[in-house]
């Protein structure tokens, strides 16, 4: 059980362009997701925490304009990149917690590789 | 501040020897420890959710305790297979994840 799925899972872009990730938590109802960035051999890093229906939620100093997060229903949540520039470049990965009970924990999906060329 | 600390940093072990992975934590009143296994180019693999000092979980080779200032990963007997970079983390008060640097483990056949 517990399965979040990515699509895409790699996408290569032209500088300019926006590109949208969709995330869904497959077997289970998820009231919060998550989205991470991560660059190659560092930790994980919050970007956002998105409720379903309600605007989200980011970190210091992530650019809300930049990266819009929409989190229409209990299964899925879209991250669109606006306006992809080079240093957008990274790993991105969604994360979704079950709505029932306390605040436990954090399934992951398989991470999508975005190239802006 | 809440903190985690993951050690040691890589480990290379021989197939079939055994060992412990450590993560002590510093977090006022532990809502839950976390650990995840990430294989190169993938989101992190759900391994085990520990709450309270004195918990243990088990699952095929690995075994995950808890203390009330740190956690163990043991690894028993591993395999190549078991090679990947294992992620410990701890809910803040806000229920958000605060991640330890990871340890990568390495398994030689």
Not at chain 2, 83 to 104: F, R
Request: proline share 5%; glycine share 8%; net charge neutral.
């Amino acid at each position: 059980g517990a399965v979040v799925s990515q699509h895409p899972s790699r996408v290569i872009c032209k500088s300019g362009t926006s590109v949208k990730i969709e995330c869904r938590s497959l077997d289970f109802q998820a009231t919060t997701m998550f989205w991470y960035r991560q660059f190659p051999k560092q930790s994980l890093m919050l970007m956002a925490t998105s409720n379903e229906g309600s605007k989200a939620t980011y970190e210091q100093g992530v650019e809300k304009d930049k990266f819009l997060i929409n989190h229409a229903s209990l299964t899925l949540s879209t991250l669109t990149v606006t306006s992809a520039h080079p240093e957008d470049s990274s790993f991105y990965i969604c994360s979704a917690r079950e709505s029932s009970g306390r605040p436990g924990t954090q399934y992951f999906g398989p991470g999508t590789r975005l190239t802006v060329l | 501040e809440d903190q985690v600390t993951q050690s040691p940093e890589a480990l290379r072990l021989q197939e079939g020897e055994s060992s412990s992975l450590n993560c002590s934590y510093t977090v006022s009143g532990l809502r839950g420890l976390f650990w995840y296994r990430q294989d190169p180019g993938k989101g992190p693999e759900f391994l085990f959710t520990l709450y309270s000092a004195g918990e243990e979980k088990e699952k095929e080779r690995l075994k995950a305790t808890l203390t009330k200032k740190e956690s163990f990963l043991h690894i028993t007997a591993p395999k190549p297979e078991d090679s990947a970079t294992y992620l410990c983390a701890v809910h803040d008060s806000n229920y958000q994840l605060i991640w330890g640097a990871g340890t990568k483990l390495i398994i030689k056949p």
